[in-house]
Nanobody, 123 residues
Framework: VQLQACGGGLVQAGGSLRLSCAAS????????MAWFRQAPGKEREFVAR????????NRADAVKGRFTISRDNAKNTVYLQMNSLKPEDTAVYYC?????????????????WGQGTQVTVSS
């Protein structure tokens, strides 16, 4: 599975960005998907996950009410809509894929990773 993430950039606090992650190499609907992020000097952390159909999602407490994960299986793409961005959201954001039904919050459960896209939120 190849994952290509894009959509990052520089935005002011309170602004919005939408990240996209396009997948290839496997039937996309067989993949559980997730977004993680890693800030400088910190460990990679879970942001959001979505099951194969998009009917089940979960988000980290730090982003609830602000971020939304979704997917379009016809386009082989998963999205992360980020609203009300804060400086503490600054990080490299990674999409990840797991071949299977279940979704996880642990990075080790995901076999495939995108290259990351930088999100910088200025105060």
């Amino acid at each position: 599975v190849q994952l290509q993430a894009c959509g990052g950039g520089l935005v002011q606090a309170g602004g919005s960005l939408r990240l996209s992650c396009a997948a290839s190499g496997r039937t996309f609907s067989n993949l559980a998907m997730a977004w993680f992020r890693q800030a400088p000097g910190k460990e990679r952390e879970f942001v959001a996950r979505i099951n194969w159909s998009g009917g089940r999602t979960n988000r980290a407490d730090a982003v609830k009410g602000r971020f939304t994960i979704s997917r379009d299986n016809a386009k082989n793409t998963v999205y992360l809509q980020m609203n009300s961005l804060k400086p503490e959201d600054t990080a490299v954001y990674y999409c990840a894929a797991h071949l299977g039904v279940r979704t996880y919050e642990e990075a080790a459960e995901y076999e495939y990773w995108g290259q990351g896209t930088q999100v910088t939120v200025s105060s």
